[in-house]
């Protein structure tokens, strides 16, 4: 591990080195649950050129600690968007916003509160529904009345799934990769742990620590381990690491754990970690809309739905669920993996199959 602590907090703000990365002022935005969020920044990129028929452009949805940084030059899904790529930005009008409650650049707990100092547990609880709406008004600043398609895996595919179901003349077809119509039991109780293990972390402060010299990146590390692992399958681990140890004596996959700990802790905030984990939790598409089952079969968009074969943290059942709830989706398709849910990310020449299969 580095031997430097991480700072207080890892978050962007408007002027760190924005790269290609813009920031767009959206105004206040009304929650689902009620209260209003004043002054809603956005930060996004894009690829490539919007059409004057306005009708070429896609949304891509980052999972939990992406970022608006999903295209060529090191992005999360490079190999998938670029020129002559799955996603040809030659044709395509590529965006990719930072999601809400996060920190990279879009609104969240470590950005300025109207008065000035950072939200901290002072930031509302928002959903799902919440960051699709911040991106409906993205949309509409840049002048995108339909997304020709929605992608997103994990925590992207809920917004994506979102997306399709709240605003359904918005978009024309969705990807929906690894991820389910409601947060299960299950995921809320791997959750749980992550959480428990931030605030029991004495620098949390009750989410108030974003002015402190350092932060709770102990237990934000804690929270990535036990959610690292649960992003890979046993036997990925097995294969990988076995039994063998690090010079340090270590087990090596101790080691590998320690490594995404740690740089997890010098990237990301953990207040935006909570915020966004409890987002997940959160999720149901079918919450006031009469059931999963009413919330899908009101999707018109056409579908393409895919999990991975090893992901034991989003079960193919989920997507199974999904396919065969989406009248617009041709059953369920499969991406064989070792890599566990993070196949949604890794497996790129199976992605690119899947997209091509939506955008024709
Ligand atoms: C889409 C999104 O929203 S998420 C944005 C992207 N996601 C992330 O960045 C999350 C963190 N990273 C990951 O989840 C994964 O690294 C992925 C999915 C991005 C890539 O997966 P893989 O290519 O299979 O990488 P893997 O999990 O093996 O990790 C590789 C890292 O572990 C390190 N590593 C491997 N074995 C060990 C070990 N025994 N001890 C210490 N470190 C180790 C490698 O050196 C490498 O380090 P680096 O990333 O600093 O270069
Ligand atoms: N590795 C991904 C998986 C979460 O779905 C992330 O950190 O966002």
Known sequence: MSAAPPPATAAWRE?????????????????????????????????????????????VEHALTG???????????DGLIGPGRAVDTDRWFVVCANVLGGCQ??????????DGAPWGSRFPRVGIRDQVAVEALLADALGIPVWAAVLGG?????????????????????????????????????????????????????GDYHGAETGPHVGLGVARRIAHTTYRSGAELQERFGRARAADGRFAVESYLDHHADKLSRRFDAGSYVVLTEAMNDHDVG??????????????????????????LYPLAQQEELAAGIAGADGLRVITSSSGHDGFLTEIPQLAGLVKELLG
């Open 105 to 114: 650049g879009t609104t969240g707990p470590a950005s300025p509160a109207p």
């Open 287 to 312: 919450e006031g809309r009469g059931g999963v089952a009413a919330a899908l079969s009101s999707v018109t968009a056409r579908a393409v739905v895919a999990g991975v074969d090893s992901d034991r």
């Open 154 to 206: 994990s925590m992207g595919g809920m917004r994506a799934l979102e997306w399709a179901v709240g605003l359904p003349s918005r978009v024309s077809a969705v990807l929906l990769l690894a991820c389910p119509a409601a947060a299960s039991t299950d995921q809320i109780a791997w959750a749980a742990p992550q959480l428990a293990a931030i605030r029991a972390d004495p620098m949390w402060n009750g």
């Open 15 to 59: 002027g760190d080195s924005p790269g290609r990365r813009r920031f767009r002022a959206l105004g206040a935005l009304d929650l689902a649950a009620g209260g209003v969020l004043p002054d809603v920044t956005v930060a996004y990129e894009t690829w490539g050129a919007l059409n004057p028929g306005r009708d070429n452009a896609i949304l």
């Open 67 to 77: 970022d608006a940084h999903a295209g060529p030059d090191g992005g999360w899904w």
